[in-house]
């Protein structure tokens, strides 16, 4: 029994090097990948249920490496929280985001439409946080009522007046905060009382079998009622199936977010999709 715990831990001090190499690997070809044009935005439209019309898009990273190929972010972005390499990153996808956006509702969109950019909680934790988006904004010169961000419950971890500070700022610009990936972590409701925050974003682990599992269809049925009484928009992502999109109509679910509308598209077939979908 001795030998066999032995080999275990040499199999898991194995394991454990080849994955810390492996980052390590990574992330000395992601410091480049920026400077190297590796970086490119897809954008996924939001579908507003109750006109039926795409009303924006989240702008979605994807790395085409030379050296490993299409590394999806669910890979590459924690590597790049860990290494501090993502507010880097974050910056040129605020950057990239804004800038198409601006470009399009210019020249390509009949009805102004909203970008929506994902926020590290490393980046957003910054101490001048918004300072950040205000140069954004000025640089691109997007409107910031077309801009939104999307950070995750672990943002608000620790310095709850520090956020609330930053929202406050952010909102005073114009600029739109969703929740992301709202039901998924473990913090607590509390901070839905006192933050400025303008939606909620479902998690898709309870938009996948909506269809199939009364569970979940109570859970984003009670997602949608404490939203919308807290006067936020709830935004569902994940969806697959038509027959989902008729229970969250049923629930009253502001947008929607998934395949079954459309993929992630790179910057021309977004454009295409969006022509198909303006009548
Ligand atoms: P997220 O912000 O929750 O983004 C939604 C993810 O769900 C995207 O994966 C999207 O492609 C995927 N998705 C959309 N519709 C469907 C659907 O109908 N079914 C399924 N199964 N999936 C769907 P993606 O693009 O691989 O991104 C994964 C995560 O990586 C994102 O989750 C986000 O946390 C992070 N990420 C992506 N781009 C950025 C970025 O620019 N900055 C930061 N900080 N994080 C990013
Ligand atoms: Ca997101
Ligand atoms: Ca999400
Ligand atoms: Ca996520």
Redesign the pocket.
């Known amino acids: 029994a001795k030998l066999k715990g032995r080999n275990h831990f040499c199999i898991y001090e194995q394991e454990m090097n080849q994955a810390n190499e492996e980052a390590l690997l990574i992330e000395n070809h992601l410091r480049k990948a920026i400077d190297n044009k590796e970086l490119e935005?897809?954008f996924?439209p939001k579908l507003e249920l109750n006109t039926r019309k795409i009303n924006g898009m989240?702008?979605?990273?994807?790395w085409k490496s030379p050296m490993f190929g299409n590394i999806?972010?669910?890979k590459f972005?924690p590597i790049?929280?860990d290494t501090g390499l993502?507010i880097k990153?974050?910056n040129w996808?605020?950057e990239m985001?804004c800038a198409q956006n601006k470009e399009w509702n210019q020249s390509c969109f009949s009805s102004p439409l909203r970008v929506a950019?994902?926020?590290?909680p490393l980046?957003f934790r910054l101490p001048n946080f918004h300072r950040v988006v205000e140069e954004v904004l000025e640089k691109t010169g997007l409107d910031p009522h077309l801009l939104e961000l999307?950070i995750?419950e672990n943002s608000f971890i620790d310095n709850i007046d520090e956020c609330i500070e930053c929202l406050e700022k952010l909102r005073k610009m114009g600029v739109g905060v969703a929740i992301?990936?709202f039901g998924k972590g473990y913090s607590s409701l509390n901070y839905l009382r006192k933050f400025p925050i303008h939606s909620l974003?479902i998690?898709?682990s309870f938009?996948?079998e909506v269809s199939k599992n009364r569970e979940d269809i109570a859970i984003v049925k009670a997602i949608t009622f404490l939203a919308h009484e807290l006067n936020l928009k709830v935004v569902a992502?994940?969806?697959?199936t038509k027959e989902v999109i008729d229970i969250l109509e049923d629930i009253g679910c502001d947008e929607i977010?998934?395949?079954?509308?459309s993929?992630?598209l790179p910057k021309q077939e977004f454009e295409t999709i969006y022509r198909t979908f303006i009548r």
Do not use: C, F, M, W
């Open positions: 935005l897809y996924q989240e702008a979605l990273l994807r999806p972010p669910d972005i790049a929280e993502i990153i974050d996808v605020l985001a950019v994902n926020i590290s980046h999307e995750t992301d990936d974003k998690d898709r938009i996948h992502e994940g969806i697959e977010q998934g395949y079954y509308i993929r992630p």
